[in-house]
């Protein structure tokens, strides 16, 4: 069975400080890794991971892949109010040529206070 | 919310009725699919489609069945709800191997 685990569950922090959060999994076919940001609504997209090494960046938010170890971070830095938000890691088990396979984790919650 | 919209945003309904969902996407995205978000479980698959007629399950299909009769349109029908399907249901578009796009989402309780 396909497995993401996200951790912490939750974290508050200050304004402007660093953030880290981490996803670990074990799947049966590895065709991607997502992160995805979720406030009221709708998960909104934030990065897509399918090599190991290569840090994708987004204004403050950055992530990287590591497949030897089976994990991903997502990096927030000099965060605002606005950060808060449900943080969302998938992975995406599909084969080429097929639909997707998204195992979710259940996802860090983050509050930022002034 | 990228091209896709969820009606109802909200229902309330008792147990044994049934109930449909619909997902329309201006987008002409290959994929579509249903996903529901309890706390606890994150984002559930329920069923999803490849193309016209052409659906599969999902990890949580029981009790729930799909028509997509046009590109654009992806039922959810609940046949005779019950009080565990109470939750937010998700609909989902990709084109092959990219990113999910997701609609706003219904709420739906079951009474």
């Known amino acids: 069975e396909d497995k993401v685990v996200q951790s912490p569950l939750s974290l508050v922090v200050h304004e402007g400080d660093t953030v880290t959060l981490n996803c670990s999994y074990e799947v049966t076919n590895f065709r991607s890794l997502l992160w995805y940001k979720q406030e009221k609504k709708a998960p909104t997209f934030l990065f897509m991971l399918t090599s190991s090494g290569i840090e994708k960046k987004s204004g403050r938010l950055s992530s990287i892949l590591d497949k030897k170890e089976l994990f991903s971070i997502l990096n927030i830095t000099a965060t605002q109010t606005g950060d808060s938000a449900i943080y969302l890691c998938?992975?995406?088990?599909?084969?080429?040529?097929?639909?997707?396979?998204?195992?979710f984790g259940t996802g860090t919650r983050l509050q930022v206070t002034l | 919310d990228a091209g896709i919209t969820q009606s109802p945003r909200h229902k309330v309904t008792e147990t044994g009725t049934p109930v449909t969902l619909r997902c329309h996407q201006t987008e002409n995205h290959r994929y579509m699919y249903w996903y529901r978000q309890d706390p606890g479980h994150g984002l559930r698959l329920i069923h999803y489609?490849?193309?016209?007629?052409?659906?599969d399950k999902g990890e949580v299909s029981d009790g729930y069945s799909v028509s997509r009769s046009k590109t654009e349109d992806f039922l959810l029908t609940l046949e005779s709800a019950t009080s565990s399907q109470t939750s937010v249901y998700f609909c989902?578009?990709?084109?092959?191997?990219?990113?999910?796009?997701f609609g706003s989402g219904t709420q739906l309780s079951v009474l």
């Open positions: 998938a992975v995406d088990s599909g084969y080429t040529g097929t639909a997707s396979k998204l195992t």
């Open positions: 989902a578009i990709s084109e092959p191997a990219e990113k999910l796009f």
């Open positions: 489609s490849y193309g016209v007629k052409d659906t």
